[in-house]
């Protein structure tokens, strides 16, 4: 019983970590590459403005796909 306890009180723990963990490196790799090339045409860190638009798309990419993927819930 206490094992339960400890693993249903754990996984959450852990996403948590983990998803701030994730959030936190995008942050500091999009700040990197926004002092790699400063300026370009006018626009500012443009490296960084196209890798967060790449994150986007490929975020929004794979919720498209699990959302037409999943089971419908009306089952």
Do not use: N
């Not at 995008?26 to 370009?40: F, I, S, Y």
């Not at 403005?49 to 994150?55: N, S, T, Y």
Request: hydrophobic residues 65%; positive net charge.
């Amino acid at each position: 019983m206490v094992d339960r306890l400890l693993s249903a009180l754990w996984v959450p723990v852990l996403v948590i970590i983990v998803t701030a963990a994730g959030i936190i490196g995008v942050g500091e790799l999009l700040l990197a590459l926004a002092k790699v090339q400063p300026v370009a045409a006018g626009v500012r860190e443009p490296i960084s403005v196209v890798v967060a638009l790449i994150l986007a798309i490929v975020i929004l990419l794979g919720a498209t796909f699990l959302a037409r993927g999943g089971r419908d819930s009306r089952d």
